[in-house]
Every structure is written in C-alpha cells, then in structure tokens.
C-alpha cells in the first residue's frame, strides 16, 4: 500500500470539522470539501480558535499551528481530492447521497486511494457497495467531539481487502486515535448498546419506576458513570434520538432498539433536550455541553 | 433522628462495618432492618405502626411482599431499600429507596436522610422487580455477552470503546468477570422470571458460569 500523506475529508459539519483537525494536527496535508463555503469559512474559524485554545494550553506551540493552519485546506471542488491517498466521508447519513459522493470520488481520485465512511447506523458494505472499490473500503466511526475524543471504530466491510484494512488502521494509529476493530454491524460497537440502554431508561419512566432525575442519580452513583442516561439524552437531542432508534430499529428489529413513544410526545412538546432548554432537565441556557 | 438496626445476618448493602449501622441507637423513630431475613426482623418491631419510619433491606424481590398490597392504594411507614451492589464486588455508595403509592412523606423524608447522614447518594423509585440499576443494566450486561459470543468485537475492544467513547470505568465484560458471572446470572435469571422480558434472560455466558458452580 501506498504511504499516505494527504488526506481528503468530505463533509464539513459537525463530524467532518473535528476529523480535520485531527488529521492536519497529526501532520497530514488535509483537505476539506463541503457542497456549502459557509460550513467551509464556519469550521475554518472553530479550527483556528481550537488551535489557539490548544497553544494557550501549552499542547502546541505557535509555530506548529502555523503549519497545521498551512496543511489544512477547504475546497468546494471535489476535483481536487484527486491528491489524495485517503478520503473519509463525513456527509448527511443517507446512502443515497453517500453513494452519489463516492461514484463521483471514485473517477476522481487514483486506484489506489482509500475510502472510509465515518457513518453511525449504515452499513460499510452498502456504502462500499456503491462506491466502484469495495475491496478498499472501510469504516472509522469517530466519536464527537472528534478532534478531543479518540476513539474510532473500525470496520471492514465484506469485501475489504485485508492490506486496506491494515493501512487504515496504522493511519489511524498515525492520527494520535485509538482504533478499536468491530464488525460491519448496525451500530458497531458503541451505539450498538447505547441506543437501547437510553430507550431502556426512557421506557423505565414511561413505566412510572422512578423521576429521570433519580434514575441519572442512580446509575452515575451505582455504575460510576460521568453522566446519566437522560443527561446525555438531553445532550444527543431526541430529534436525534429517534433518527438513530428508527435507523438501529430499522436493520436490527431488536425491540429494545424501538423508539420509546415518549420520545415522539416530547418532541411535539418541543422538549428537544439542552438545545430547545429543555428535555427531560430544564436547562437556563442552551449552551453546549463543555462550551 | 436517633434510629436502630435490626440486623438479620448476611446483609449485602453491609457485610462490614459502616458509618450507618455504627452510628445507630438502642431504640429509635427510625428502624432499619437488615439482612437476608427481614420478615423475622419485622416481627421483632414493637410498635411499628407509631415509628417514623421502618426500612426494610430488599434483595430482588418487592416491597409489597412485606406490606401486602391493596389495589394501588397501598403505602405506609415502611419502606425498602438496597444498597446497589454487583456480585462480589463492594457495595456502591448508592441506595435506591423503595415507596409505594401512598407511603407516607415523612417516613419518605427520614430514610432519606438517614442514609444521606451516613455518607450515602439516595435515588427515590417506586416498588418494581430491579428497581432501578438491575432493571437497566442486567439487559446491556446480557447483551455484551451474546455480542461477545457473536462475534462482534474481543472483549478487550469492547470493553475498550465503552471505556473510550463514553466514559465508563469499566467496559462490561472486565466489570462482569470482577463481579461474578454466576452472580449476574442470579440476578437476570431472577428478573427474567419477574418481569418475562427476553432482554432479561441469562446469556450463555452467565449459565455456563452458573452451572459450573
Ligand atoms: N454527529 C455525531 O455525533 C456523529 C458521530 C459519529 C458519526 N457521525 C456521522 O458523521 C456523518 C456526518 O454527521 P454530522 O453530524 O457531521 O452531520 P452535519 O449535518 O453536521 O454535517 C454534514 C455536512 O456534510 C455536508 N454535505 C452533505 N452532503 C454533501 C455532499 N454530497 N457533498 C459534500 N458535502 C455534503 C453538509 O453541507 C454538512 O456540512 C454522518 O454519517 C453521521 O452518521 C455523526
């Protein structure tokens, strides 16, 4: 396999934005490509502040960000990841428009390029399946905040190619992440018990067993968890909530995985979580979790 | 409020000494009774109707065994309690607090504050198989087995990403070879029958352990 050096980025929201700074932080010549300048100029502000946050810190000094800065790149030209030897794609959760990115990538990029999907609840292999290389496919399911956390899930999809799964892996090694090897399997690993386990604590107050606020007590003093379920529900949002029960419910029928009714009242009832002010907590402000 | 221990012998929310049963009296408003006899304890409460509260250690089953029920009208002075624990594993710091419908606010309010005296969280749930810890984590535990069964991932990248991605101080797998197989066994199998949900039912994993004794 190639070495890689450049890496291409496709998608420049929420995921996308954090990826590429974990990749330019790492010393990759990144690029970034969304269809929108404005998630471009948006995610190159927050990576400029972040950079500056990090030498304030003592993490990087001045003239690394510089470098950093240098090797990270937004383009609203596809034609340009013709550069790279990577590209993870990072854009909405819809095979259809995951599909019409990668064919397009595919007549783009050189034969050797690999592709990966950062995608939470698709399937790698139906992704790959219509991306033209299934055998040098795979999937790096980062976790949000990418460019602080540094977990990714990887998975090899049916027809991956042992020698691209190990190059993707040691380029991931290579980012500073920590890469945990899962199957092709809805949800992978992480959201695969997650999603049940907060429709489980939604369905234990559906049943009148305890308040939401005793219930979040409960387990972070039993379990010693950072946070309780219907803190971090209230963070995930449950427009989001139910996006992920319907896609995990979906390719799974597991009927733990099934969206709590509650979660559709409360979203008529507009309490979307930290983000509407309030979820199952009332929150003073809707600031982000950390902000 | 001053209050007393009964204990009963073999408690699991205190199989050593604890501020709790040490800072008790000869007598009190407040009685807690502990152990894995707490029916025996009960008949030895003088008075039982005049205390403030009466709390009653429970293991998986419901308070309603001890107080009768009556058509969901039931509560009273006397509530249940656990202090969570897995297995072999230490008790936690947390208590869940058992009430029913009609379980009379004062004697809500000096358990409560009984436990929070002795260095104790307090989590207020109604009287349902599991309470709540049980009845939210015996399903994920069974699941990571018959995931790790599946094939999923090795256990060490399982326990790994739920470390990593959310926070957890232990992944599952490590947490239930800490613990005791076996004792998860007894606890799913025991909600299993209680509650007839499959999520309930033993993983492999946990039978085989329970079986080999
Ligand atoms: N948000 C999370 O917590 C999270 C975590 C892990 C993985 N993911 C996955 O990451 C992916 C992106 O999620 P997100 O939360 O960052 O979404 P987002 O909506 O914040 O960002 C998506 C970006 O992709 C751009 N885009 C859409 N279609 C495009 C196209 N055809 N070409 C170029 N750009 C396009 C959009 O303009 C937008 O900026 C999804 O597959 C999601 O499942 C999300």
Redesign the interface.
């Given at each position: 396999m190639a070495e890689i050096r450049t890496v291409g980025v496709a998608g420049c929201g929420t995921m996308g934005a954090g990826i590429a700074i974990v990749a330019a932080r790492a010393g990759f010549r990144t690029l970034v490509y969304d269809t929108r300048a404005d998630a471009l100029a948006t995610a190159r502000r927050q990576s400029e502040a972040f950079f500056a946050k990090s030498v304030e810190r003592g993490k990087l000094k001045q003239d690394q960000v510089a470098t950093i800065l240098g090797n990270l790149v937004g383009t609203t030209d596809l034609r340009d990841f013709k550069a790279c030897d990577l590209v993870i794609e990072a854009v909405f959760e819809d095979l259809k428009v995951k599909h019409a990115l990668f064919a397009e990538l595919n007549d783009i990029c050189p034969p050797q390029t690999i592709f990966a999907s950062n995608t939470s609840t698709l399937s790698i292999t139906e992704i790959a399946g219509g991306s033209g290389r299934g055998e040098r496919f795979a999937g790096m399911h980062f976790c949000l905040p990418a460019q602080l956390m540094k977990l990714v899930e990887m998975s090899p999809g049916l027809n991956t190619s042992e020698a691209t799964f190990q190059a993707a892996w040691d380029f991931c090694k290579a980012l500073g992440q920590h890469p945990v090897k899962t199957k092709d399997s809805p949800g992978f690993i992480l959201n695969y018990f997650l999603i049940p386990f907060n429709n489980d604590a939604i369905r234990l107050v559906e049943s009148g067993v305890a308040e939401p606020a005793e219930i979040d007590k409960a387990i972070k003093g039993a379990m010693g968890y950072a946070m309780g379920p219907f803190e971090l529900l209230d963070l995930v949002g449950m427009d989001t909530q139910l996006l992920l029960c319907e896609a995990m419910h979906g390719s799974t029928h597991e009927p733990r995985a099934a969206c709590p009714p509650l979660v559709k009242r409360m979203i008529a009832a507009g309490r979307l979580g930290r983000k509407s002010g309030r979820g199952f907590h009332a929150y003073k402000d809707s600031k982000m979790f950390g902000s | 409020m001053p209050y007393c221990v009964i204990d009963t012998g073999a408690s699991r929310s205190f199989p050593a000494a604890h501020a709790l049963t040490q800072g008790a009296a000869e007598d009190g408003e407040v009685v807690v009774v502990i152990g894995a006899e707490v029916k025996r304890g009960l008949t030895r409460i003088r008075e039982r109707e005049q205390k403030t509260a009466v709390v009653l250690e429970l293991g998986t089953e419901c308070l309603g065994v001890y107080t009768g029920e009556a058509r969901g009208t039931e509560g009273s002075n006397v509530l249940g309690f656990a202090r969570?624990r897995l297995g072999e594993g230490e008790p936690?710091?947390?208590v869940?607090l058992v009430r029913q419908p009609n379980t009379a606010p004062a004697a809500l309010a000096a358990a409560k504050n009984l436990f929070e005296g002795a260095g104790l969280?307090?989590?207020?749930?109604?009287d349902?198989p599991g309470?709540?810890?049980d009845?939210?984590?015996r399903?994920?535990l069974n699941?990571?087995l018959r995931?790790l069964d599946e094939?999923?991932?090795?256990a060490d990248?399982?326990d790994?990403?739920?470390k990593?991605?959310?926070?957890?101080?232990?992944g599952?797998i490590a947490l239930l070879e800490r613990t005791g197989l076996a004792a998860h066994f007894d606890v799913t199998q025991a909600l299993y029958e209680a509650l007839g949900d499959?999520?309930y039912a033993p993983a492999r994993r946990a039978r085989v352990a329970k079986q080999r004794g």
């Open positions: - | 969570f936690s710091n947390l869940e969280a307090v989590a207020v749930c109604n349902f309470r709540i810890v009845r939210l984590i399903p994920y699941a990571a995931r094939g999923l991932a090795t990248a399982m790994t990403t739920l990593l991605g959310l926070g957890y101080p232990e599952p499959a999520a």
